[in-house]
C-alpha cells in the first residue's frame, strides 16, 4: 500500500524560486516515527542519549550533506492510552517514543560540529514558567550564534499533566491556547521589549557590561502570569528564536496564523496538504492582518530509498519484520486519543461510531486509495512503517518527482525528513535524495550553502533574509531598537501592545 508511486512527473527544472527547506525529524529516543527502528543493525539511536560522538557524527552528516536544520519533536510522557490508560508496557518493550531525555542538551553538541544549520525544539507551554524557557531558549540561540527555533505545543498526552499538573488532566483546548497565547506574549515581551538591541556593552575599560538603561521590566500583569522581568539571557543575533507551529485543530491553526514563522503540517494527499496551508495563509491575513508569505510550511514524510525496485521492496519487508504490532497500535492510540485496544483485528474502522477514530481513517483512506477496507491491520502496517507520518518509497529520481509534485501542487516550502534508521536515513538523503533534488532546483547548491556558512546566518536570516520579525507579525513593533531610547520606546510600548493583543 505504501510502495505505491504517484504518476512520475519530468526531471524538469523548476523556475528555481522555491528552494526547500530540508529538516532533519528527530527525537532524543530509541526510536521516532518507524517502529523498532534502533533494531535496525546499522540504527545507532539505541544508545544516543549517553553518546556525544553519535551527535557529533550527525551533525556533520546534516551540515554537509545539505539539511537546513533538526527538528526535535518531543513529548513529556508515555503513550499510555492502548489499553490504558497508564499502559505503558507497549511503547516501553519497543521503545517507542521512550524513553525521551531533555533533547535541548544535544544542541550544543550538533551546534558545536557546524556553521549553518538550524534548530528546532518543541517545548510545551505547560512544562515550565514562561521566565524560565526564555532563559533556556535565549542560552540556546546564544550558544549557536542565533540558530534556534521554538515550537510551541500545548501538549496532549494526559501522561504529560498528570506529572506537571499535579494529577490533573489536561484542560481543554479552549483553556490551553487562550493559556498559552498569553504565555507566548510574555516570551515575546522578554526577548524583544526587555533587553535595548546593543545594550551589552562588555567595555573593559569602562566597566560597563550592561547600559542599564538598555534594561527594562515588561511588568506583565495577565489572567495566567504575572511576570515584572527582565529577561535573565542578553539578546542573540535575532534576538527572538524563530516561532515554530505544528498543530492541525482548529485552535492550533489558529495559535499558528498569529505567531508562527514556520508551520509542521501532516498530510496523507498533496490535495489536503494545499487545503491545510491555504487555510493558514488565509486565516493569517484575513484574522491577523499578515503577509502570509511570511510563513513557511513543512510536511513530514518518511522515505525509504534504494537503487532499484528489488532492493526498496527488501528494505520495506525489512522495516515490517522489525516491527512490534502492539506498540504500533499504542502509537496510534496515543497520538489519535483513542483506544484502539477496544476493536477487534478484522473490524472496519470506518464504520464504528467513534468519530474522532472515524475522520482519522477517512483521511488515511484518500491517500492510500489501494487499501479498501481500513482495520486494526492496515494501522498496525501504517504506523510501522512511518508513525504518523507519509511515506515515499522509490529510486532517488522516484522520490524527487513525488515531492517535486507535491512542491507545485500544494506550494509547500520544505519537507520534515522521519527516518527508518539513523544516520543510515540522513546520508541516502544527503548522498541520492538531496542532489536529485537540486537537479530541480528545489535544493540549494553546494555554492549557495557555502555562501551561507561564512556569514554565520541566524535561522531567521536562513529563513527570511533578516533577523527582524516581519513587521506584520502581530509582535513586531515589541522589539526595543538601538536607535530608541528608553523614554521613546516605553511611549510608543502601549501602541506596541494595542498591536499584540488586538489579534486575540
Not at 505505491?4 to 521516532?32: D, E, H, V, W, Y
Not at 479552549?174 to 538591541?197: C, G, H, I, P, T
Not at 498496525?380 to 512503517?385: G, S, Y
Amino acid at each position: 500500500m505504501t510502495e505505491k508511486q504517484s504518476p512520475q512527473i519530468k526531471r524538469a527544472k523548476t523556475s528555481g524560486k522555491k528552494k526547500l527547506i530540508i529538516n532533519a525529524f528527530l527525537m532524543s529516543s530509541p526510536g521516532c516515527q518507524a517502529i523498532n527502528s534502533w533494531r535496525n543493525e546499522a540504527d545507532k539511536t539505541a544508545f544516543s542519549a549517553e553518546s556525544p560522538n553519535y551527535w557529533l557524527e550527525l551533525g556533520k552528516i546534516l551540515e554537509n550533506g545539505g539539511f537546513t536544520a533538526v527538528f526535535f519533536a518531543d513529548v513529556l510522557g508515555p503513550y499510555d492510552v492502548y489499553n490504558g490508560p497508564g499502559n505503558f508496557k507497549p511503547v516501553a518493550k519497543a521503545g517507542a517514543q521512550w524513553p525521551l531525555p531533555d533533547p535541548s542538551y544535544y544542541i550544543p553538541l550538533l551546534a558545536a560540529v557546524t556553521k549553518r544549520l538550524a534548530f528546532g525544539i518543541t517545548i510545551s507551554t505547560i512544562s515550565e514558567h514562561p521566565y524560565h524557557l526564555a532563559r533556556r531558549l535565549g542560552t540556546l540561540d546564544l550558544i549557536t550564534g542565533g540558530r534556534v527555533g521554538w515550537n510551541i505545543v500545548t501538549s496532549y498526552l494526559d501522561s504529560a499533566s498528570r506529572n506537571l499538573l499535579n494529577g490533573h488532566t489536561l484542560p481543554d483546548k479552549v483553556e490551553r491556547y487562550e493559556k498559552a497565547e498569553e504565555y507566548v506574549d510574555v516570551v515575546y515581551k522578554l526577548f524583544l521589549s526587555s533587553w535595548q538591541d546593543g545594550a551589552v556593552k562588555a567595555d573593559k575599560k569602562s566597566g560597563v557590561f550592561t547600559d542599564p538603561n538598555g534594561l527594562r521590566h515588561i511588568d506583565h500583569e495577565g489572567k495566567h502570569y504575572n511576570v515584572p522581568g527582565p529577561g535573565l539571557t542578553q539578546p542573540s543575533k535575532q534576538k527572538l528564536p524563530v516561532i515554530i507551529q505544528a498543530g492541525l485543530s482548529p485552535k492550533g491553526r489558529e495559535l499558528a496564523a498569529r505567531n508562527a514563522e514556520i508551520v509542521f503540517l501532516n498530510y496523507p494527499t498533496k490535495e489536503s496538504l494545499k487545503g491545510g496551508i491555504d487555510s493558514i495563509r488565509n486565516l493569517a491575513k484575513e484574522k491577523f492582518g499578515r503577509d502570509p508569505s511570511k510563513i513557511k510550511f513543512l510536511t513530514l514524510i518518511t522515505v525509504v530509498i534504494g537503487d532499484s525496485a528489488a532492493e526498496v521492496k527488501q528494505k520495506l519487508e525489512n522495516i515490517r519484520a522489525l516491527g512490534d504490532e502492539e506498540a504500533a497500535l499504542a502509537m496510534f492510540s496515543g497520538w489519535s486519543g483513542v483506544d484502539i485496544g477496544k476493536y477487534s483485528y478484522d473490524e472496519p474502522l470506518d464504520k464504528l461510531d467513534n468519530g474522532a477514530l472515524v475522520s482519522i481513517i477517512q483521511a488515511w483512506k484518500a491517500g492510500y486509495s489501494d487499501v479498501e477496507v481500513w482495520t486494526k491491520r492496515q494501522i498496525i502496517e501504517r504506523v510501522t512503517l512511518a508513525g504518523s507520518g507519509h511515506i515515499f518509497a522509490g529510486t532517488a529520481e522516484e522520490i524527487a518527482d513525488q515531492i517535486q509534485d507535491w512542491v507545485e501542487y500544494s506550494g509547500v516550502d520544505g519537507i520534515n525528513f522521519a527516518y527508518t534508521n539513523s544516520p543510515g536515513s540522513f546520508k541516502d538523503i544527503s548522498e541520492k535524495l538531496i542532489p536529485e533534488l537540486r537537479i530541480r532546483g528545489l535544493a540549494q547548491t553546494q555554492e549557495e550553502l557555502a555562501n551561507a556558512n561564512e556569514p554565520g546566518l541566524s535561522f531567521r536570516e536562513q529563513l527570511f533574509g533578516t533577523n527582524e520579525l516581519d513587521e506584520t507579525h502581530p509582535a513586531s513593533a515589541l522589539r526595543w531598537k538601538s536607535s530608541e531610547t528608553k523614554e521613546e520606546f516605553e511611549s510608543r510600548f502601549p501602541k506596541a501592545l494595542e498591536k499584540l493583543h488586538a489579534t486575540f
